[in-house]
């Protein structure tokens, strides 16, 4: 069974960085593609980013290409987001979501199966 817990969301002024880490307490985590979802309040949640477990693909949303690094710590069942040039507009509660390495990797949140709590990140400007 996969458990996913976040942490390291928090207040930031513009500019600032932030680090996310999502926390799999089951066994098969390297074997999942991990990815990373915001949602802000009235719109669709959105993917960010997500990294394959296998092979280490990774894909980034345009809108945080270039500020944004995804990871992962198999040995440790982490995946991290390192947030850097925070904008305001980064505003919103991320969430961590696993899904099997099955089929094409996907950017569509109805695709992950497992999900976190959620980690509120706020940008001030």
């Known amino acids: 069974q996969v458990q996913l817990v976040e942490s390291g969301g928090g207040l930031v002024q513009s500019g600032g960085s932030l680090r996310l880490s999502c926390a799999d307490s089951?066994?098969?985590?390297?074997?999942?593609?991990m990815a990373w979802f915001r949602h802000s309040p009235g719109k669709e949640r959105t993917f960010v980013a997500y990294?394959?477990?296998?092979?280490?693909?990774?894909d980034y949303a345009d809108s945080v290409k270039g500020r944004f690094t995804i990871s992962r710590d198999n040995a440790k069942n982490t995946v991290y987001l390192q947030m850097n040039s925070l904008k305001p507009e980064d505003t919103a509660v991320y969430y961590c979501a696993a899904r099997s390495d099955v089929g094409a990797l996907s950017r569509w949140y109805n695709d992950y199966h497992y999900w976190g709590q959620g980690t509120q990140v706020t940008v001030t400007s």
């Open positions: 089951g066994r098969t985590f390297s074997t999942y593609v």
């Open positions: 990294i394959r477990g296998t092979d280490g693909s990774i």
